[in-house]
């Protein structure tokens, strides 16, 4: 049974980059078919999708984050990684890491999240 | 990219059945079959419920159902069950990226 799970820093100050890595087990993250997402959700309020790597390495991130978020992946340890420069308060929220299954194009797996606090 | 329209909130009595809309636009939910539905309970991470409209994963009770009908999805959850209160998400693939609504938090009175 595949799962994933994030790490990272729980406290980044403002403007500083926030890191964060999702570990896969049970899979391999180069199996063909699907890609690897981040979502984050800030406190009481809804999801947003911030963007995912296809299992090629090609990316693609929400506009609204676009110049600001690089994700990536490392398939000698099996996970890949998100990154969020200039951060403002405005970024605190829980980050979740999950799989896309291509041919679905659905959220099938999410890791238990990891909250990220933006504050000096 | 606007996040899709849900209702902040619905409720019913055990056994009942209610539905919830999402609302999108022609770039989103009506160019695509591929909206998916996701349950989350407190401090939890969401769950798959329903993908590419109507399907529902291995395991997931067939009391909760999917549609669409142009710009607009909804998810129908039929004999409300105590343990079916929850928040609910739904999620649009729109080309290369995904958008999703702002959630409903279901009551079961």
């Known amino acids: 049974q595949l799962q994933l799970q994030e790490s990272g820093s729980g406290l980044v100050k403002p403007s500083q980059t926030l890191s964060l890595t999702c570990a896969v087990s049970g899979g391999s993250i180069s199996s063909g078919g699907y890609s690897w997402s981040w979502i984050r959700q800030p406190p009481g309020k809804g999801l947003e999708w911030i963007g995912y790597i296809y299992h090629s390495g090609s990316t693609y991130y929400n506009p609204s984050l676009k110049s600001r978020v690089t994700i990536s992946v490392d398939r000698s340890k099996n996970q890949f990684s998100l990154k969020l420069s200039s951060v403002t308060a405005a970024d605190t929220a829980v980050y979740y890491c999950a799989r896309v299954q291509s041919t679905i194009y659905a959220f099938d797996i999410w890791g238990q999240g990891t909250m990220v606090t933006v504050s000096s | 990219q606007s996040a899709l329209t849900q209702p902040a909130s619905v409720s019913g009595s055990p056994g009942q059945s209610i539905t919830i809309s999402c609302t999108g636009t022609?770039?989103?939910?009506?160019?695509?079959?591929?909206v998916s539905w996701y349950q989350q309970h407190p401090g939890k991470a969401p769950k798959l419920m329903i993908y590419e409209g109507s399907k529902r994963p291995s395991g997931v009770s067939n009391r909760f159902s999917g549609s669409k009908s142009g710009n607009t999805a909804s998810l129908t959850i039929s004999g409300l069950q105590a343990e079916d209160e929850a928040d609910y998400y739904c999620?649009?693939?729109?080309?290369?990226?995904?958008?999703f609504g702002g959630g409903t938090k279901l009551t079961v009175l």
């Open positions: 999620c649009s693939y729109a080309g290369s990226s995904w958008v």
């Open positions: 022609s770039s989103d939910v009506g160019s695509y079959n591929l």
